[in-house]
């Protein structure tokens, strides 16, 4: 199987599409990330990427709190809208009729609307030069009682989406199942 | 709509299954992460989450030099095995038949059946509690040529998958289309 090189590229899949809760300037703003991953488990922290001329950007260098708000496939339309337009110009909280709300941290808007909610505080902020990795402790979680199961999460009920590109930029559902986690890999065992 | 309190979690979806590649006591090893995120565009950077104790923790200090490589959905069994065993015991890339190729960089072995493989240089590492987080510089992208349309990858061909967790611990592939990103959520534009 041949290999092309294609030269320093940021290229995996999937990613997810986020969104980002601040203050700026006292006022809630939204704004949609793909660029974030788990960063730590005891104690939980969360990693986001974000441009340093972003509005979002000010807002978490201004409070030093946020939250991270995981959209449905219902929300794809707002989650869209939060990824183009920015909050130096419009009131997207307004736009997307989101009910904001809020835990513990000051600073941190939470969206109703969207299923889990994360309250995070500023651990580190790393320049890496076009963007802030911002790693935020998660505090609080919050989730809506509809998309429990048993007392847990379902994500058959949360219905998070994936972001995706090459050759297009698109949402994405989750699709079927093709294995379960540690358990699919076992019969590899048998050529150790 | 009602909100549970779950308390500090790591609770995002979609996150990704990568396979990193390093060299430990120099001969090639494969761990699955799923605590994984681009990082920054300029120079392009990826981070991942890794527990101090991991054998690969182990070979990124040992050479500050690692690779990404995102499995296709028929790799689905040798990904959850990577993830399922350590180094330490097993010579995974002989168990899971892995076809190892180099490109620039000592120290970060790739695999020829993945068809996206980034080679990466230690950034920085951050020691956040139980996990590390290594932030890698990525310096090159290889991409099977059989995952390329015009030239470009084309995510249809290179049919990633999803790490999925609660109610249960799966592997989800890429589900339908749910919109164009920078488009579909250009209709609030008549609210602003």
């Given at each position: 199987?041949?290999?092309?090189?294609?030269?320093?590229?940021t290229l995996i899949y999937p990613m997810p599409?986020?969104?980002?809760?601040?203050?700026?300037?006292?006022?809630?703003?939204?704004?949609?990330?793909a660029?974030?991953?788990?960063?730590?488990?005891?104690?939980?922290?969360?990693?986001?990427?974000?441009?340093?001329?972003?509005?979002?950007?000010?807002?978490?260098?201004?409070?030093?709190?946020?939250?991270?708000?995981?959209?449905?496939?219902?929300?794809?339309?707002?989650?869209?809208?939060?990824?183009?337009?920015?909050?130096?110009?419009?009131?997207?909280?307004?736009?997307?009729?989101?009910?904001?709300?809020?835990?513990?941290?000051?600073?941190?808007?939470?969206?109703?609307?969207?299923?889990?909610?994360?309250?995070?505080?500023?651990?580190?902020?790393?320049?890496?030069?076009?963007?802030?990795?911002?790693?935020?402790?998660?505090?609080?979680?919050?989730?809506?009682?509809?998309?429990?199961?048993?007392?847990?999460?379902?994500?058959?009920?949360?219905?998070?989406?994936i972001y995706t590109r090459t050759?297009?930029?698109?949402?994405v559902?989750?699709?079927?199942?093709?294995?379960?986690?540690?358990?699919?890999?076992?019969?590899?065992?048998?050529?150790?």
């Amino acid at each position: 199987m041949g290999k092309t090189l294609l030269g320093p590229q940021t290229l995996i899949y999937p990613m997810p599409t986020l969104l980002v809760g601040t203050h700026v300037d006292d006022k809630p703003n939204f704004m949609t990330v793909a660029w974030s991953g788990i960063a730590n488990a005891e104690p939980p922290m969360i990693s986001i990427a974000i441009r340093h001329n972003r509005y979002t950007h000010k807002g978490i260098c201004q409070n030093l709190t946020f939250s991270i708000n995981v959209p449905s496939t219902d929300l794809v339309k707002e989650t869209d809208y939060c990824g183009s337009v920015s909050g130096s110009k419009v009131n997207k909280a307004e736009v997307c009729r989101f009910k904001v709300f809020y835990g513990k941290l000051n600073g941190a808007p939470l969206i109703e609307q969207c299923p889990i909610n994360l309250e995070c505080k500023v651990v580190h902020i790393l320049d890496l030069g076009s963007h802030s990795l911002v790693i935020g402790g998660i505090e609080e979680t919050h989730l809506s009682d509809a998309c429990l199961t048993d007392g847990k999460p379902d994500v058959n009920k949360i219905r998070p989406f994936i972001y995706t590109r090459t050759p297009s930029q698109e949402y994405v559902a989750f699709g079927q199942v093709i294995g379960k986690a540690y358990s699919i890999g076992k019969e590899l065992r048998a050529r150790e």
